[in-house]
C-alpha cells in the first residue's frame, strides 16, 4: 500500500497553515445516483474557498462513484460537475476517495478524475481528526 | 463564542427539530448562532418554529440559488444570500455543525 503525508490537506500543510485559515473537509458519502445531493455538495465545496481557507473533498462509502471517470451524468439528465472538478484543481484542493470504497465499487485508480487520490480509511481518519470543519454531505 | 449550523434537509427530517432545539438552548447560554440552509433545507422557512429563532437573534441565511430552484419566497429577518455566506459562516465560527 502506497504511503502519503496524512497531514497534507489540499497544497497546504496542517502543521503550517497560514494563520486564520481553516481545514475543511466536505465527506461525500451518498450514491450520485437519483439526486442532486452530491453536486450541491461539490457546489458548496467550491464555495468555501471563497474566505480562503483549505477546502479538501473525500468520497466514501457510495460516494466514491462520483470521483469516477466512468460516471456519465448525461445520459440521465443528472447535473455534470466537471466543472467543480476543474475548479478543485485550479484551486489546489485535495480530492481524495477511500481504497476500500474504490475497490468494493469496482473503480480503479486510473479511472479516478484528475486530482483525486485514492487513500486508506486510516489516512482518512488522520485527516478528519486534523481538520478544523468537516462537513458530511 | 459562535456555533455554525448548516441545515440541508427539510423539515420532516428529525434534523429540523435538531436544529431548533440546539439553537434555541445555544441562545438562552448566551451563544450566536448562524445557520445556513441549503439544498431542500430552504424549505425550514416554511416551519413556523423556524423564523422564531430569527426572532430571537438567530441569524439565517440561505442560498438563493437553492430556494429560487424551489420556489421558496423572500422572508423578513432572512438573508438570501450566497455559497460566499457560508463560507463566511464556516471561518469565523468557533464550532460548526452539519445537518
Known sequence: MKQIDTKQVGTKQVGTKQVGTKQVIIVIRHSPFNTSRNAEGLRMSVGLTLKNDVVSVVFLGDGVYHASTRLNPKLIGAHICDQEFEMFNMLGCGLFADEIALERAGIAESELRDGVKGISASEIADMLAAADVVIPF | ?99
Open chain 2, 1 to 99: 463564542m459562535k456555533l455554525g449550523i448548516l441545515l440541508t434537509t427539510d423539515p420532516t427530517h428529525e434534523n429540523t427539530n435538531t436544529v431548533l432545539n440546539l439553537s434555541q438552548t445555544a441562545r438562552e447560554a448566551g451563544i450566536d448562532v448562524a445557520i445556513f440552509l441549503m439544498h431542500n433545507g430552504v424549505y425550514n422557512l416554511t416551519h413556523s418554529l423556524f423564523m422564531e429563532l430569527a426572532n430571537a437573534g438567530v441569524e439565517i441565511s440561505l442560498c438563493a440559488h437553492n430556494a429560487g430552484q424551489r420556489g421558496v419566497g423572500k422572508v423578513d429577518k432572512v438573508l438570501f444570500g450566497s455559497q460566499y455566506d457560508l463560507a463566511q459562516i464556516v471561518h469565523e465560527c468557533d464550532r460548526f455543525l452539519s445537518f
